[in-house]
């Protein structure tokens, strides 16, 4: 598997961003697409997951602020991040596990990594 995000950047709060990975070698069967985030000093944390089959999950912090998308036919998911604060300032990883979006955010739970994209917000 291999995963490149970009279109990461810096903004201003409550600006917008659309992050992107491109996904390959997920070849069969069931699988989960998540994207975590990565403050400096900071655990990884759960933003957003879904399905190849189109269930979508996110943490209580972005609702309502970001969605997360999966292009099927490019292979590509993405990360639309509307109404940005401060702390939304990490780097972004997309990582995927096979067969279902687990309930836990836990990311020791998924299998692969990309390099990551940085999402900057100014106040």
């Known amino acids: 598997v291999h995963l490149v995000e970009s279109g990461g950047g810096s903004v201003q709060t409550g600006g917008s961003l659309r992050v992107s990975c491109a996904a390959s070698?997920?070849?069969?069967?069931?699988?989960?697409l998540a994207w975590f985030r990565q403050a400096p000093g900071k655990e990884r944390e759960g933003v957003a997951a879904?399905?190849?089959?189109?269930?979508?999950y996110y943490v209580d912090s972005v609702k309502g602020r970001f969605t997360i998308s999966l292009d099927n036919r490019k292979n590509t998911l993405y990360l639309q991040l509307n109404s940005l604060k401060p702390e939304d300032t990490a780097m972004y990883y997309c990582?995927?596990?096979?067969?279902?979006?687990?309930?836990?955010?836990?990311?020791?739970?998924?299998?692969?990594w990309g390099q990551g994209t940085q999402v900057s917000v100014s106040s």
């Open positions: 990582a995927p596990r096979y067969f279902y979006c687990p309930s836990s955010w836990s990311p020791s739970l998924y299998n692969y």
């Open positions: 070698g997920l070849t069969y069967g069931d699988y989960c």
């Open positions: 879904t399905s190849n089959t189109g269930r979508t």
